[in-house]
């Protein structure tokens, strides 16, 4: 019998262990069939990269690494800015202009506007080499908005109450227990003027246009792609296959070989575009809009 264990110890082992860790190697397994690259080029370094700014912009964190990555990484020859935004908020939006305008002075980078390409989505790609629309997409929303909402009328219903101590007198701007002041109003409209002389000034510089004529292409007009291209906003009309043999031309690449977006980051973004828009409705801010 002993003769007989240590003939099937190879066997037997190995089966035990598979049994005793059964449930741990099929999640492995399933994670390993979910991830692994599906073909050779997947395997193989890619030299051009696309990059997805999608939904509203409220943090730009992560789009931010993913462009300096690009702009420092020497195999990476041009990258694509897929844009499908409404815009959002001011600070992150002026982040990715950023890192475009420093990615532009090391490699061509393309902004394909996919479905909209709307204020802080298009002040984010306004240092692009060049801005490619899709026929049917929206372009522009130059301007700036706050909004808030006066909760008096029901809170006084409800029976609702605010008690407030502060020191200084325009420290309870845009608190919704209460219409807001004359003189609170003028204080907004000073920094949303002010935010908005710079976006409408980048505009003017990146695109080679005349700021002392930005009622034409700002002032929050909406542009079909043809109205944007006629007035100086985008380069060229085109669907994504163009935008992105404009690239590899730019590039001077000859074998292309572009990056596939992992399914788990991309899982994750739809989920953070989804926490952003409820934070929103809950927590209004001053955006791009």
């Known amino acids: 019998m002993q003769l007989l264990k240590k003939i099937f110890l190879p ?3 190995p089966m035990k262990f598979i049994q005793d860790h059964f449930k741990a190697m099929l999640f492995l397994l399933l994670l390993f069939l979910l991830f692994a690259p599906q073909d050779e080029q997947s395997l193989t370094s890619n030299n051009l ?4 700014l999608f939904g509203p912009i409220m943090n730009a964190t992560e789009i931010v690494t993913q462009i300096d990555e690009a702009t420092n990484n020497e195999h990476i020859k041009g990258v694509l800015l897929n844009v ?6 001011v600070a992150p939006s002026i982040e990715i202009a950023y890192a475009i305008k420093r990615l532009k002075k090391k490699k061509p980078v393309i902004a394909y506007a996919k479905g909209t390409m709307a204020s802080g989505s298009y002040y984010a790609s306004i240092w692009a080499d060049e801005i490619i629309a899709n026929p049917g997409s929206m372009v522009g929303s130059i301007g700036v908005i706050m909004e808030g909402t006066d909760l008096s009328g029901i809170m006084q219903k409800i029976g609702i109450k605010t008690q407030t101590v502060k020191a200084g007198k325009y420290k309870q701007i845009g608190t919704s227990d209460r219409a807001w002041t004359s003189f609170e109003v003028n204080e907004l409209n ?3 003027q002010g935010t908005y002389d710079m976006f ?4 003017a510089d990146a695109r080679g246009l005349d700021i002392t004529q930005r009622d034409m292409f700002a002032n929050a007009h909406i542009f079909t792609a043809l109205q944007a291209k006629n007035i100086g906003l985008i380069d060229h009309l085109g669907v994504k296959y163009d935008a ?9 690449v000859s074998k292309p070989v572009w990056n596939k977006e ?3 980051d991309k899982f994750m973004k739809k989920l953070s575009a989804s926490t952003a828009v409820t934070l929103q409705t809950y927590f209004p801010s001053m955006v791009l809009k």
């Open 11 to 13: 066997i037997t082992v």
């Open 49 to 52: 990269q696309e990059i997805n």
């Open 84 to 89: 499908d935004s409404p815009g959002g908020a």
């Open 190 to 192: 000073k920094v949303i």
């Open 200 to 203: 409408s000034k980048d505009v």
């Open 244 to 252: 992105k043999n404009r690239l590899i031309q730019l590039s001077k």
């Open 262 to 264: 992992d399914k788990f």
